[in-house]
């Protein structure tokens, strides 16, 4: 059992990626991966406390991008922090981050709700991963919403009165960045594109001609049915069904590290099909 799923502080998760491994390891997990959006900056951390306890920690990303006129979510593996194309783009995207959370606070400001900006990274704990959960928290804890799901419902989302647009790539953009990197690039939760599985087919096929590994199939907050409509998918298109927990600790809870909402099971040769797709991209 894997997890190619995870978030930490280092992104807009509650644990320190330290204690990603923990989890992992304490719920039976052969590997694990990290996958903050936008930065690669903490899987050394990870790594370190990953080899303490015998597990395999795999080093990812997530990264937000536009597609079909939507958000679409694409996890990169295998690629280290350091210098590279991917690397590159990353960086840019943490800096259009920070100029978007400056302009979330004004937005916020115009709005009379009382959160400025240095409230949003305090609550971050850094300025570079600070992002619109972070704001959501907020928003909870000040009585303007009951929820982090009800801040976006209320606040943040599109076409919601606090939302700012961001600047995105697209995900062949990132599939090359991370080919060019040494690294695979998989579609995370399809279904959040809000297809149905025939215009999922056209996703998956379109995907791997744009070089993609795999498609997120064993999803931890998605039935056992539509698991298994995924898998199909990707399959039929020569894509890696791959899967994870998605977890973020108490941001988005319910979900735990490898088993999802608890009947999440990753199968782990999904791991070595992955990095055999990075092998034939070299």
Known sequence: MIDLHTHSTCSDGSDPPERIPELAAAAGCSAVALTDHDTLACIGRARVRASELGIELVAGCEVS???????????????????????????????????????LAERLAALDVPISYEDIVQEAGAEESAGRPHVAALLVRRGL??????????????????????????????????????????????FSLGLDAGALDEVAAELQAAGFAGMEAYYGAYRPEQRSQLVGVARRHGLVPTGGSDYHGTSKPGLRVCTGQGDLSVPDRVLPELRERRTAAG
Request: hydrophobic letters at 40%.
């Open 65 to 103: 991008c536009r597609y079909r006129g939507t958000s679409a979510h694409v996890l990169v593996y295998f690629v280290e922090d350091g210098e590279g194309p991917l690397q590159e783009e990353l960086a840019r995207l943490r800096e259009d981050r920070v100029a978007r959370n400056r302009r």
């Open 145 to 190: 919403a009951e929820s982090i799901p009800d801040a976006f419902d209320r606040w943040l989302a599109e076409d919601r009165p606090a939302y700012v647009p961001k600047a995105r790539v697209t995900p062949a953009e990132i599939a090359a960045a991370a080919r060019a990197s040494g690294g695979v690039a998989v579609l995370a939760h399809p």
